[in-house]
């Protein structure tokens, strides 16, 4: 008898991880459990689903990105009581680390998971892979290494680090732009994500004085309509901005040294359905 339905939360997570996408994760797992229920002599079902996973999310990868708009962030997913069981715990789902992946091709991503994260042999890996088992070993150490050291601080735990960011949103919020200089690091990077479906910055805005003069306009554009909410996504605190009491994009803060050195910001709404749920659960 198939046992495949208890690995459902493995073929979530890890095409989650690989694609960045909430919506392309259910229906890859979906897919993916379907095939190894089909497949015939199955001796490891863990395994085989956990390359059909991979294999599907690598490919969902390489289409999605070609013509998207502006910057790419993942979808933003809600973490902790009332969320999916699948990733309420899930480690590897923290902002930081989808972040460090995505500066990780396809294949490093996925070498790296599947033996960090999802504790498969290098061996079992390569044979997912279709590389060599020294390629793979390589390619996860290089992908391990290079994600640590593009790690951003997101999490947010700390009460001086709540203050800051609500001290920040509430300058935000006022247009005050030496105020938020004032906590933003000199080379401060906001990176927003629309895909092309909303208004949103194209490229990364880099420097304290041309983020803060940024987050001045957009409190101008919506004055008097927004308000802002904590939002556990991700493993981090986000600041879900309401806009007319809809939920119109969250924003991560990265520190360092008591100041801001980078926002993330997701707006284009196909990726705030997650975020929205979270959002009801909490009102």
């Known amino acids: 008898m198939s046992d495949v339905a208890a690995h459902r939360g493995l073929a979530v997570r890890l095409a989650y991880d690989i694609t960045g996408s909430w919506a392309d994760a259910e229906e890859i797992a979906q897919d993916a459990m379907l095939r190894v229920l089909q497949a015939d002599a199955v001796r490891d079902e863990r395994a ?12 969902r990868v390489r289409r999605s990105r070609v ?3 502006g910057p790419w962030l993942p979808e933003p997913i809600a973490t902790g009581p009332g969320a999916d069981a699948a990733v309420a715990d899930a480690e590897e789902v923290e ?3 989808m972040v460090a992946l995505e500066s990780l091709s396809p294949i490093e991503r996925a070498a790296l998971l599947l033996h960090d994260v999802f504790d498969f042999s290098f061996d079992e890996v390569a044979e997912m892979l279709g590389r060599s088992t020294a390629a793979v070993r390589q390619a996860a150490s290089r992908a391990r290494a290079h994600a640590q050291a593009r790690r951003p601080r997101f999490a947010h735990t700390d009460a001086d680090a709540r203050a800051l960011v609500e001290r920040f ?28 479906k909303v208004s949103a910055a194209r490229r990364p805005v880099v420097g304290a004085e041309r983020v803060a003069r940024f987050l001045a306009g957009l409190s101008e554009q919506f004055a008097g309509r927004v308000d802002v909410v904590p939002l556990v996504l991700n493993r981090a605190t986000a600041l ?3 806009v007319d009491g809809e939920l119109d994009h969250v924003h991560w803060a990265g520190i360092e040294g008591g100041r801001i050195t980078e926002l993330r910001i997701v707006r284009n709404p196909d990726k705030l359905a997650q975020a929205r749920a979270a959002f009801a659960r909490s009102a």
């Open 95 to 97: 902002l930081a680390l």
């Open 240 to 242: 879900g901005v309401l």
């Open 48 to 59: 085989l689903l956990a390359r059909v996973t991979t294999n599907l999310a690598i490919d």
């Open 169 to 196: 949103a509430a300058a935000a919020l006022r247009g005050d732009v030496d105020g938020l200089v004032a906590m933003l690091a000199e080379d401060a990077t906001l990176v927003s994500d629309g895909g092309g």
């Open 67 to 69: 013509d998207y708009v």
